[in-house]
């Protein structure tokens, strides 16, 4: 583990600098292109604060809805790569037609959702009101 400043605060700080420094004495295409790396680094800031955790309860969620039994990957990156595959399983019974109609349909309108407001919360929470 890396000692302070970890890279939440790194980027928070480039962030800052960005937003404080280099949009108030830019213009035209500088400014835009600093205010889309500002924009970039909050971006990556929001999804870093809870990525094992945020992964973890998609996994969780895709589990439930797939009944799968097994415990989650133990680690990060076999997480995310666990979440893949829930994924085309769950795109899979889609297109088989699976999700048209009943209880399996309302759970994967659920599931999706909430993963889309958890996506936007972290693209641009602005959309949702939660600055």
């Given at each position: 583990m890396q000692d302070r400043p970890n890279a939440t605060e790194l980027l928070a700080a480039v962030r800052a600098f960005l937003e404080a420094d280099v949009?108030?004495?830019?213009?035209?295409?500088?400014?835009f292109h600093a205010l889309v790396a500002a924009n970039v680094?909050?971006?990556?800031e929001r999804e870093l604060v809870r990525d094992e955790e945020r992964v973890l309860d998609e996994w969780r969620s895709l589990a439930r809805l797939l009944d799968v039994t097994v415990d989650p990957p133990p680690r990060l990156e076999l997480l995310k790569a666990g979440v893949r595959e829930l994924e085309e399983q769950l795109t899979e019974r889609i297109r088989a037609g699976d999700a048209d109609a009943g209880d399996f349909a309302e759970r994967v309108r659920a599931h999706l959702r909430a993963t889309v407001l958890d996506k936007l919360r972290i693209a641009n929470p602005k959309y949702l009101g939660d600055s």
């Open positions: 949009v108030p004495s830019a213009s035209g295409r500088r400014r680094l909050a971006i990556v």
